[in-house]
């Protein structure tokens, strides 16, 4: 039963080799959302971006693997308690919340960095999931898996 749970983990990895493939398809540099302040994407910035999602995406995925590597072993070793004292049982546990908390965060910005490169091959890269209006180049280039606005993530995060 401990080894089922980090195999579906595993999916998201394994999600990421289409994007590399994909790579020579994406859309026009050109044709990206920008904003009326600013310029065109060129292919070199358009580059640059896909570049360091691309290390990150390679970065998250060996991340991942090696902390569910030590969640399947925490849950391996967990064992049924017998002969551990209440503390000794308590920091494995809160260890094994860790890793679950650190796979979950993983996999979620592995998730976010493989969306955001298939927004740029699908000519979406840009485009303010919210209210529509081009996000801005700028804010893109500082944080390339931005989906809103700064007005619109300003909006959310004061909610």
Not at 65 to 82: C, F, I, P, S, V
Not at 136 to 153: D, E, H, I, V, Y
Request: glycine share 6%; aromatic share 2%; with cysteine.
């Amino acid at each position: 039963m401990t080894n089922a749970s980090p195999a579906p983990q595993a999916a998201p990895a394994a999600k990421a080799a289409p994007a590399k493939k994909t790579a020579a398809k994406k859309a026009a540099p050109g044709s990206l959302a920008v904003r009326e302040d600013e310029s065109a994407w060129t292919a070199a910035e358009l580059d640059e971006v896909m570049a360091e999602l691309q290390a990150h995406s390679d970065r998250l995925q060996r991340e991942l693997h090696d902390q569910q590597e030590e969640l399947a072993g925490l849950l391996r070793d967990a064992g049924d308690g017998a002969g551990q004292d209440q503390a000794d049982m308590g920091a494995t546990s809160f260890e094994r919340d860790h890793e679950l908390t650190l796979v979950n965060n993983a996999r979620e910005m592995l998730l976010q960095t493989e969306r955001a490169m298939a927004r740029i091959h699908d000519g979406t890269y840009g485009v303010c999931e919210e209210c529509g209006k081009p996000i801005g180049k700028m804010r893109l280039m500082a944080f390339p898996r931005a989906t809103l606005c700064l007005s619109c993530k300003q909006r959310e995060e004061r909610r």
